[in-house]
C-alpha cells in the first residue's frame, strides 16, 4: 500500500464513520418527516435525500459524536440509541401532519362528506386528503428542508449521541406533544363541529315543529353545501394556523408543552 493510499484510508476513517452514525438518526427521522418521507415517493429517492441530508448536518455535528470504543456490544448499544432518538424525532414532527388528517376527518364527518367523497383504498376521506396535500406543498413551498435541517442538527443538543433521554422525560416530553396534537386537531376542525351541532339542532326544532316535513331529505343536502363553502371559506385560514404551530415545532422540536 503507497503511503497515498494510506492517507487516504487516515483521513477517511473518521468522518466516515461519523457520517455513518449521523446516517442512522437521519435515516430514521427521514421515515417518518412529512413529504420526504410519504411512501408515495419511491425509496431510492428518500435514500438520496437521507444521504444528502447526512452530508450537511455531519460537518456541523462532528465535534458533538464521540464513535463507541471497545466492544461489539457498545457499537451496538450505540446504534441503537441513534435509531431511537431519529424516530422520536420524526414522530414528534410527524404528529402535526396527522393532526391535520384528524382535523379533515372530523370536518368531513361533520358535514356528511366522508362517504359521499371517500377515496376507494384509503382511510381519509377527500376533505383530509385535500388537507393533507395542500400542507405539504405549503411545508415544503415554504422551505422544510432548511427547517429540518435545522432541526436535525439541534437534536444533537437535546439528545446527545449514543444516549436516549430517561423514561420521565420521554413520556412528558411524548405525551405533551401529542396532546398538544390533538388539540390542534380539534381547533381547526371545531368550526365545523359547531356548524353542524347548531344546524341539526334547527333541524331537530322543525322536525317537531312540522312532523310531516322529511327534515333529513331537506336538511342532508344542504349541511353537505353548507360544509363545502364553509371549507372553501375555511381551508385558508385552517392551513395559516397549522403552518405557524408547525414551524414553531420545527424551530423547536424538544420544548415540554404544558
Given amino acids: 500500500m503507497t503511503d497515498m493510499q494510506e492517507a487516504i484510508l487516515a483521513a477517511l476513517d473518521g468522518p466516515l464513520l461519523i457520517a455513518g452514525l449521523v446516517f442512522l438518526r437521519l435515516g430514521a427521522v427521514m421515515a417518518l418527516l412529512p413529504a ?18 447526512t452530508a450537511i448536518v455531519a460537518p456541523a455535528v462532528e465535534a458533538r459524536i464521540a464513535p463507541p470504543g471497545g466492544t461489539v456490544a457498545a457499537y451496538v448499544l450505540f446504534l441503537m ?23 379533515g376527518g372530523i370536518a368531513a364527518q361533520s358535514g356528511s362528506l366522508s362517504q359521499m367523497f371517500g377515496v376507494q383504498g384509503e382511510p381519509m376521506p377527500a376533505m383530509a386528503h385535500l388537507f393533507v396535500m395542500s400542507a405539504l406543498c405549503l411545508a415544503v413551498l415554504s422551505g422544510l428542508h432548511v427547517r429540518a435541517a435545522g432541526a436535525m442538527i439541534l437534536s444533537y443538543e ?30 381547526l376542525a371545531a368550526p365545523f363541529v359547531v356548524a353542524a351541532l347548531l ?15 322529511m327534515v333529513a331529505f331537506v336538511g ?8 363545502l363553502v364553509m371549507l372553501a371559506v375555511a381551508a385558508p385560514l ?18 415540554v408543552p404544558r
Fill in 36 to 53: 420526504f418521507g410519504e411512501r408515495a415517493v419511491p425509496a431510492r429517492i428518500r435514500l438520496a435525500l437521507a444521504l444528502a441530508f
Fill in 81 to 103: 440509541a441513534e435509531t431511537a432518538n431519529g424516530l422520536a424525532l420524526g414522530l414528534v414532527v410527524r404528529l402535526f401532519l396527522l393532526a391535520l388528517e384528524m382535523a
Fill in 158 to 187: 437535546a439528545l446527545p449521541a449514543g444516549t436516549v433521554p430517561g423514561a420521565a422525560l420521554l413520556k412528558s416530553w411524548t405525551v405533551g406533544q401529542m396532546s398538544q396534537a390533538f388539540a390542534l386537531a380539534f381547533s
Fill in 199 to 213: 344546524y341539526n339542532v334547527a333541524l331537530g326544532v322543525i322536525n317537531r315543529a312540522m312532523p310531516s316535513l
Fill in 220 to 227: 342532508a343536502p344542504a349541511l353537505t353545501a353548507g360544509a
Fill in 238 to 255: 385552517m392551513l395559516g394556523l397549522w403552518k405557524g404551530a408547525f414551524d414553531a415545532i420545527l424551530a423547536d422540536p424538544f420544548a
